[in-house]
């Protein structure tokens, strides 16, 4: 016997099961179709040769709960335990997409059914009065509660220490040590200025996140831990916290990807994260684009950059301009006051010849360089150089790449959801833009809050808890650190 | 119950009960600190039989030692604490390494990677030369001193530990011990045009 998803094709070997066993209660063709092919429904069929059971679950993202809709087995089939099996993959989808409870309406003069729901656990906890009509019989309404994975989430890839705590898809907690402040003095990040701060921001933040969720380490399920990609010292610091952490308490432990925690952020925000999609993260370390089918099984990288992250740009075309580190805010701020198109400054690997080996790929080397070379021009020749010219032509050269690459990759891959994550997601024209562009191309486009597009330790946790709530296996002890772990590897084992 | 780390060198960790040493787990391996930390504490509890519920301290090896290792084991440690709600102690490596030579003038010579030595000199136990760096050339100032080799792990931590409480010597400061500032100098930025 197999169990797969059902489809439209499946059809009329469904409602022969139907009819047969609810006659004048049976749902419509029309019905099952609408549900079956529904955003928000998992449709399960159990086949012998032929459909001989099924069953369909209704979840609402973010509402943490789901509902049993029906769950029927051939007349010639009942009695082996199908039911059961049928009513355990349901309760197993519900707590893979982060429902705290599952309810049902069960007639109440179905005993075998009523004792199959009580054994898995439901609990009744209403009646509703001759809710079938036609028979005149009352419908006991059952809940069964979920235990949704408490993870705990550390991130250290670069310069954010960040602990956060997840309950299944709930964010409970995201406390955050940003060492920013003292890069500012070298305009960029420093692997080893960045791994000391995160070993004294350790304890504190730990304790700031248990804080804020309020519970205490033993109430913690598992621990997660970013493994990479990013610098590898400030990996490890990360690493050999989480270690601990789970030993203490004799904890599972999930190694994950760094890159794949920013598109599981997005749970956190809506519940769920609407798949297929594109997913663009732009960072000090970062600029990739992704195509996420599944968040544990398929993530591609489409493009990446080639040189300098998006956000490096921002920086060093700051200290061009003699503004502070970091150059993003100090950026978009001038720009305010600039024309976008005073200046037309490169757009890299967006000529005809780049689109065969680099179409989805991005370089900001050579935009930094000519803008270093238009204002030492200025200066040279005693030109007036209007710096918010400057900074507007450059942040729109770069918002530019950055859009319409993503937008042609969810154009060529036929996906009509753009993902933002990342640092760079603050600066406003990115967002405007994106905006802009993604309603005319009928794009839809999601944009977590904030604190979840910088790093954060909430997104470890979220995909930690991902991988549990699948029901994969926690990581060996002996996992390390991976500077360059490729976003295929969204669990290192 | 006392849990030993020490990732200077290697990767080890231990268990105290009382004074005596229960278990020891040691990775020789230079570089695979955050792959073995786990591996040897979780070895060390089960060698000693005991579960980390029983634990009272956790000792780390402050250094001096090379940064990057020696910051997971200090890590591990802090953590370690942190979630059983117990004390964490640091203990500087050259020290206890120190504690082993109570007579004479000794001096400990630990690598500091970069063709430079992190040194602590004693006399008689008692130090005269605090944790400092030095080079080749200048170990040659310090040829009244017999050298002894810094190596240490989690078994010289625990039992420096436990003599260091019984002087009462404070040892609440669990930072990792660098000596050296972070190696970079704010760049000045550069023309791209000749």
């Known amino acids: 016997m197999e169990i797969r998803e059902l489809q439209a094709a499946d059809l009329p070997e469904l409602m022969k099961i139907e009819t047969d066993l609810f006659t004048s209660e049976a749902w419509k063709e029309n019905s099952f179709r609408s549900e079956i092919e529904g955003r928000f429904t998992d449709y399960f069929g159990a086949f012998d040769g032929e459909l001989i059971g099924y069953a369909g679950l209704h979840s609402v993202p973010a509402s943490f709960s789901s509902d049993i809709q029906t769950l029927a087995v051939g007349a010639a089939h009942q009695s082996k335990g199908l039911g059961r099996t049928l009513a355990r993959k349901l309760i197993a989808k519900a707590f893979a997409l982060g429902s705290e409870a599952v309810f049902l309406e069960v007639r109440a003069d179905n005993q075998s059914a009523i004792s199959l729901y009580s054994s898995l656990g439901f609990k009744q906890i209403d009646i509703r009065k001759n809710y079938y009509q036609d028979s005149a019989i009352d419908a006991l309404v059952m809940r069964l509660a979920l235990n949704q ?307 954060n330790g909430a997104m470890i946790a979220s995909i930690g808890a991902q991988l549990m709530m699948a029901g994969r296996p926690p990581s060996n002890l002996g996992f390390g650190a991976e500077s360059t772990l490729e976003v295929t590897k969204v669990q290192t084992l | 119950m006392i849990l030993a780390i020490d990732t200077s060198a290697g990767t080890s960790a231990a268990v105290f009960d009382g004074t005596k040493q229960l278990s020891f787990v040691n990775f020789d391996d230079r570089f695979g600190h955050a792959e073995n930390i786990g591996l040897a504490i979780q070895g060390a509890f089960s060698k000693a039989g005991i579960t980390p519920a029983e634990l009272t301290l956790v000792a780390v090896g402050r250094g001096p030692a090379p940064y990057t290792g020696l910051r997971v084991g200090v890590a591990a440690g802090i953590a370690m604490a942190t979630a059983l709600g117990i004390p964490a102690c640091g203990v500087i490596t050259l020290n206890a390494v120190a504690r082993k030579h109570p007579v004479g003038r000794i001096l400990v010579v630990a690598d500091a990677k970069r063709k430079e030595l992190f040194i602590a000199g004693f006399q008689d136990g008692e130090q005269v030369i605090p944790p400092s760096v030095a080079t080749h050339q200048e170990l040659e100032d310090y040829s009244s001193f017999r050298q002894v080799p810094g190596e240490c792990d989690a078994s010289v931590i625990g039992e420096y530990l436990i003599w260091a409480k019984a002087q009462n010597l404070d040892l609440t400061d669990t930072s990792a011990l660098y000596l050296r500032s972070p190696d970079v100098t704010p760049s000045a930025g550069k023309r791209v045009t000749g």
């Open chain 1, 149 to 455: 994975p408490i993870v705990l989430g550390i991130e250290s890839s670069c310069d954010e220490t960040g602990i956060g705590i997840v309950k299944g898809n709930r964010l409970l907690a995201n406390a955050l040590h940003s060492s920013m402040d003292e890069h500012a003095k070298f305009g960029g990040v420093v692997p080893e200025v960045a791994a000391r701060a995160h070993l004294e921001a350790l304890q504190p933040t730990i304790v700031q996140a248990l804080k804020d969720a309020n519970l205490s380490m033993n109430q913690i399920d598992a621990i997660a831990v970013a493994n990479g990609p990013g610098l590898a010292g400030a990996l490890m610091v990360g690493i050999g916290a989480a270690k601990a952490l789970a030993l203490a308490h004799n904890k599972p432990i999930y190694a994950v990807n760094h890159l794949v925690g920013h598109v599981g952020a997005d749970v956190l925000e809506n519940g769920t994260v609407s798949l297929p999609t594109i997913a663009l993260l732009v960072s000090g370390g970062h600029t990739s684009l992704l195509l996420v089918r599944d968040l544990l099984d398929d993530v591609e990288l489409l493009g990446e950059t080639i040189d300098d992250a998006a956000g490096e740009a921002f920086d060093k075309v700051a200290r061009v301009l003699g503004l502070p580190y970091p150059g993003g805010p100090q950026i978009d701020k001038l720009a305010e006051t600039g024309n976008p198109k005073a200046i037309r400054f490169p757009r890299g690997l967006s000529l005809p010849k780049d689109m065969e080996a680099h179409r989805f790929d991005f370089s900001f080397s050579g935009l930094k360089t000519a803008v270093a070379r238009h204002v030492e021009k200025a200066v040279d020749n005693g030109l007036e150089l209007s710096k918010a010219d400057v900074a507007a032509s450059f942040r729109e050269a770069v918002v530019d790449v950055l859009l319409t690459k993503a937008i042609n990759a969810c154009e060529a891959h036929g996906v009509k959801k753009l993902l933002l994550g990342g640092g760079v997601v603050a600066n406003a024209r990115l967002r405007q833009v994106a905006k802009i562009r993604c309603d005319e191309a009928g794009i839809e486009l999601r944009i977590p809050r904030f604190s979840l597009c910088t790093d």
